[in-house]
């Protein structure tokens, strides 16, 4: 499995900015997809996650209501609306799947990681 972000980039503060993230190769044994950020001098962190099967979102304390994970109908795709946007929302933002493989032949939870995009948030 891989996975590439895209939509990153400079929004004003109180704007709205959308990131992609298009998963790509043995995307049936995805369980879950979802971002993460990391800010200079801090530890990544949480923003959100979905589940492929049932659509059960979860969200970082700092951006519930303001955030929103979703995905699309052929489960390639996740999507992070971030609305009302925050300087402290800047950050490098990864995305993530979370997987079924095999490794030395038995059944293995993987994770696939972005190489991240940035978003900047001006005041």
């Known amino acids: 499995v891989q996975v590439v972000e895209s939509g990153g980039g400079l929004v004003q503060a109180g704007g709205s900015l959308r990131v992609s993230c298009v998963a790509s190769?043995?995307?049936?044994?995805?369980?879950?997809m979802g971002w993460y950020r990391q800010a200079p001098g801090k530890q990544r962190e949480l923003v959100a996650s979905?589940?492929?099967?049932?659509?059960?979102?979860t969200y970082g304390d700092s951006v519930k209501g303001r955030f929103t994970i979703s995905k699309d109908d052929a489960e390639t795709t996740v999507y992070l609306q971030m609305n009302n946007v925050k300087p402290e929302d800047t950050a490098v933002y990864y995305c993530?799947?979370?997987?079924?493989?095999?490794?030395?032949?038995?059944?293995?939870?993987?994770?696939?990681w972005g190489q991240g995009t940035l978003v900047t948030v001006s005041s």
């Open positions: 993530n799947a979370e997987f079924l493989g095999v490794v030395e032949g038995r059944d293995k939870y993987l994770e696939a």
């Open positions: 190769g043995s995307i049936s044994s995805i369980l879950d």
């Open positions: 979905i589940t492929i099967t049932g659509g059960r979102t």
